[in-house]
């Protein structure tokens, strides 16, 4: 029993007794007077009063009526189970845990058990300094995790053999789905793409899925057979080692590819490729596939991190995020993300990829995985892994079963005959999982955790008449430190991993060193408030974190048998139930493991329904010019038109635009979506007649939910119109950032909805989905091991706490307008005078008066120890503030103390006292080399920049790592690997 239950266990015993001891009869409550609201929300009683008092408010009741439309606000509070504290709430998570069956699973396909580091888990996972930072806009302050993702492309570039790799994707299905999107870029009129019929199973459905959208057929065959010479393929797809566990030679057909342009795209296996030869040897143009088995926890599906690498001509459709070297102002070198003009914020409908969130925290671990290993480590891993699958198959061999593949790595299929029943049996009695496939054959796939005493049980399952030992002499599969003659002529050449940064930290203390010298870089939630529009940096609580590295929890495959995760069916039962009541939906689903991938399943289903009701002639996407660069993202990788609409003068959607609109697209109109409250920060008042005429004209109203932390509890979004929504749980619902990843879209749809949702080709889960568009992620339930996040703070929140998050978000958000409208323009307000939970600063006045843009305040921000709010968006040369609910009024006020100090520094400029040149805003941030040089040439002083405001203090200093980013510098001239970079 962990330590955690202990003590809510000693915890409840002791309440029990209290209560028995006749306490309640004193008027003394029985249950613990310790609330994890009071711990969640930041501002305590005399604070939220301080702030109504300064909005000339009496109650949050009447905020909420000066705020959100009468006639959309529920009439009746929330019913939602009674909120548990903290240690009830994980005695709860632990007997959840325990109701998952642990058996050791060899199934494979693209997930492999793995050892996660104790010092990795302790240090990375379990830190919120890592857990918590946002995605790493602001460089300066962001070096740290950069860093990190840096390392994990060069790995991916180093073993697959190719000149580029992102900063990762969300799964290996979903990244041959974007590389399915490249292909149809970069070759429009070949309406066909080859599918390997060897690739796994869930990456062809989800291929499948992604073609469909675009008109694009997918002939699904032998890769041998392929008619590449045809020209009709715009791309093959083909896995390496392929699904059953084969090494095959695809040299020739990458060579085809090459000539009939095509474009060759490889799923591979990283352990794997540090034996094997890689696919860049051969000219492959993308290799891509899942980096879990790198210390990632199988998690019942993710979040993992899939890499994408490719050749260097294809850099600027490359889907995600890149982290590429520049230099700062002080011509240092130092990193940020590059060509970020092909992000899909900028290029929106003309987007190759609507990947927003990726995931960053479980790239760095799989960086620091191959850190602490090494190549010698990782190479001694690989072979050991190969040996005991080369013993494992002799084993069957001499039990008299036929195994399949002539070269393997880690996986063999097995051919067992008329026995295969009785292996079954055997493997359920010594609890072992293996791949059932539909004829005489099983699936074995073998991974680091592997022992002798596993080989052994899995000799017993095959009822092999040899030891373990004796099977591992007849294999004789390690020599002179190499991988034996079964890989043959596949084994790779070469080095692996050359760059000191996988050749320098191999004992747990320079390793640990290693790690925290890179948390020291960067900013987080640790340090102080992260208030990004539209992103909701809040609370990620420890008692919601802590359950996520439960084993019961972490540690199943996810194509288990469904009744080994009795416990996960529990949770996701509660989670969804809790959605549904949330949102007023009546099926909320939760395979979309981003916020992106929410808006293209809601999309994909609305298409389904339109087409089961025989008008797949509605393609028509409305968008306010002012939504989320994903959402046009998204809507052309539906296959949809997107028409954009324009808002009024006060940042509103109006009801005469929309009928405008609705009535020029008639019967073709598909939907509208719609961000609510608006990405302007206000709650809208025609938002109901806006839904009645979406649906007059028989077209479908999608909500984008990114500010749901301005309606939970308040009102439902199924009841003021919407068909879908999606729900970004990384916001709203408490999951952490990560550093840019990960996330979880799920979606909630109306009744006439239900049965378009996703399926999964491999556990077919979903009841409701008999005309389903198809499969969107590679796990059943995505990010399936980050759910209980969401769980617990709607657990330990009640219904009570949610409404109250809720009003405190927006009192936060409308105090601070209030307190810096006399200094800064406020471009929105609703027509009370009041936001929702975000406003936006216009400061595009002060480049008229003072040169001042956006980007001057943000990183002058960084010397109060500050993140930036969002910036330039959703109006150019704007900040978009957004406190939440989290932060308490200290902290908040600190903020408007660095914002008011800000623009007193711009009234320097316009009033002539200084300079825009020779400005602290011009050369902000101040690192400390630049403070502490030998020379200080500067107008202002050495104070003024680095101490700007009386609260920054030597003891609490956050000094940025590096100057201001050469931006063109770094996009001109184009490094995504390791440099030697020295803080």
């Known amino acids: 029993m962990n330590p955690a239950t202990k003590c809510a266990r000693r915890s409840s015993k002791l309440l029990a007794r209290t209560a028995a001891a006749g306490t309640a009869s004193r008027n003394v409550s029985s249950k613990h007077p310790d609330s994890f609201v009071s711990r969640h929300i930041g501002p305590n009683e005399a604070e939220t009063q301080k702030m109504l008092q300064a909005l000339g408010l009496k109650s949050l009741d009447e905020l909420v009526a000066k705020t959100v439309p009468q006639k959309i606000l529920l009439e009746k509070d929330l019913e939602l189970s009674e909120p548990l504290s903290e240690t009830e709430l994980l005695e709860r998570a632990t007997e959840i845990a325990d109701e998952n069956e642990q058996f050791n699973s060899y199934i494979g396909m693209g997930y492999n058990n793995t050892i996660t580091p104790p010092v990795i888990l302790r240090n990375v996972i379990e830190n919120p300094g890592w857990t918590t930072p946002y995605t790493p806009y602001q460089p300066e302050i962001s070096q740290g995790r950069l860093t990190g993702l840096l390392n994990y492309q060069t790995m991916v570039q180093d073993l697959t053999g190719l000149p580029v790799a992102n900063a990762s994707l969300l799964d290996e299905g979903t990244a041959a789905g974007e590389a399915l999107g490249i292909a149809i870029k970069l070759y429009p009129k070949k309406k066909a793409f080859f599918i390997d019929e060897k690739c796994h199973p869930q990456t062809i459905a989800i291929v499948k899925t992604r073609a469909d959208a675009f008109g694009v057929a997918t002939v699904i065959g032998a890769a041998a057979e392929a008619d590449v010479e045809s020209g009709r393929y715009c791309g093959v797809l083909f896995q390496y080692p392929d699904t059953d566990g084969s090494v095959r030679d695809f040299k020739s057909l990458v060579q085809k ?172 009695k010594h609890r072992i999982n293996l791949r059932n496939f539909d004829d005489t054959s099983v699936g074995v796939s073998l991974d680091e955790t592997v022992t002798q005493s596993d080989l052994e049980a899995l000799l017993k399952v095959f009822e092999c008449p040899i030891s373990a030992s004796d099977a591992w002499e007849a294999a004789a599969a390690v020599e002179c430190g190499r991988s034996s003659d079964v ?248 999951i952490p950032h990560g550093g840019g990843g990960p996330g979880v879209g799920p979606i909630g749809v109306k009744e006439h909805l239900a049965p378009f949702l996703p399926t999964h080709p491999v556990i077919m889960n979903y009841e409701v989905a008999k005309q389903s568009f198809g499969a969107i992620a590679a796990a059943p339930w995505g990010s399936s091991s980050i759910l209980p996040i969401s769980w617990a703070f709607i657990k330990m929140m009640g219904a009570q706490g949610l409404k109250k998050a809720t009003q405190i978000a927006i009192l936060s958000a409308n105090y601070m307008r209030q307190q810096l409208q006399d200094d800064y323009d406020v471009l929105y307000v609703g027509k009370h005078g009041f936001c929702a939970h975000e406003f936006i600063l216009d400061v595009r006045p002060l480049k008229k008066t003072a040169g001042i843009e956006a980007n001057d305040i943000a990183k002058r921000l960084m010397d109060f120890g500050f993140h930036a709010p969002t910036m330039s968006w959703p109006v150019p040369n704007t900040l978009m503030i957004e406190p939440t609910e989290s932060e308490d009024l200290s902290e908040i006020d600190r903020y408007i103390t660095a914002l008011k100090t800000i623009r007193s520094e711009i009234r320097d400029i316009e009033q002539g006292r200084i300079a825009y040149e020779d400005s602290p805003l011009k050369h902000a941030p101040h690192p400390v080399e630049v403070i502490c040089g030998d020379s200080w040439d500067r107008k202002y002083s050495r104070t003024t920049g680095a101490f700007p405001a009386p609260f920054v203090k030597p003891g609490n200093k956050r000094w940025p790592a590096v100057g201001r980013l050469n931006d063109p510098y770094g996009d001109l001239n184009l490094n995504c690997s390791c440099d030697p970079v020295d803080f």
Not at 353 to 359: G, L, P, V
Not at 674 to 682: I, K, Q, W
Request: aromatic share 8%; glycine share 8%; net charge positive.
């Open 487 to 734: 890989i043959g002529s596949f084994g790779r050449k070469g080095e692996i991993l050359p760059h000191s940064v996988f050749n320098s930290y191999h004992s747990e203390t320079k390793f640990t060193r290693y790690l925290k010298m890179l948390e020291n870089l960067d900013s987080s939630l640790v340090h102080s408030m992260t208030p990004l529009g539209s992103c909701t940096m809040k609370l990620n609580a420890t008692a919601e974190m802590i359950p996520i590295t439960y084993a019961g929890l972490n540690s199943l495959h996810p194509f288990v048998p469904v009744e080994q995760a009795r416990g996960y069916r529990r949770l996701f039962d509660e989670l969804e139930g809790d959605l549904q009541h949330i949102t007023g939906f009546h099926t909320v689903h939760l395979q979309p493991n981003s916020g992106s991938q929410g808006e293209y399943t809601g999309l994909r289903v609305i298409d389904a329904y339109h087409r089961a009701r025989n008008e797949s002639n509605r393609n028509v996407c409305v968008i306010p010019r002012s939504a989320h660069g994903t959402n046009p993202a998204s809507a052309q990788m539906a296959g949809l038109r997107v028409v954009p609409l324009d808002v009024d003068p006060q940042g509103s959607v109006t009801v005469q635009e929309v009928k405008k609109a609705a009535d020029k697209y008639k019967g073709n109109l598909s939907s509208i979506m719609l961000t609510y409250p608006s990405t302007f920060g206000v709650f809208e008042e025609q938002i109901k007649e806006v839904a009645d005429v979406v649906h007059h004209y028989g077209a479908q109203l999608y909500m984008d939910g990114a500010n749901m932390n301005a309606l939970v509890g308040l009102c439902r979004p199924a009841e003021i119109g919407a068909d879908v929504i999606h729900l970004n749980l990384h916001k709203t619902f408490c």
């Open 257 to 428: 590819c090459s000539k009939a342009k095509t474009m060759s795209i490889c799923a591979t296996d990283l352990l794997a490729l540090t034996l094997l030869a890689p696919p860049g040897e051969w000219g492959c143009d993308v290799a891509l596939g899942n980096s879990q088995r790198f210390g990632v926890p199988l998690g019942y599906g993710g979040p993992h991190a899939a890499f994408f690498a490719c050749r260097q001509d294809h850099v600027r459709r490359l889907p995600g995020r890149l982290i590429g070297v520049s230099v700062d102002a002080n011509n240092k070198r130092a990193l940020r993300l590059t060509l970020t003009t092909r992000e899909q914020h900028i290029r929106r409908d003309k987007a190759t990829s609507n990947i927003c969130t990726a995931q960053a925290l479980l790239a760095n671990v799989a960086a620091m995985y191959a850190i602490y290993h090494g190549p010698q480590g990782l190479n001694k891993i690989a072979t050991m892994v190969h040996s005991y699958t080369s013993a494992l198959a002799k084993g069957a061999e001499k039990a008299g079963f036929k195994v399949r593949n002539e070269v393997y790595f880690d996986t063999v299929r097995i051919d067992v005959g008329n026995k295969k029943d009785q292996v079954l049996a055997n493997a359920k």
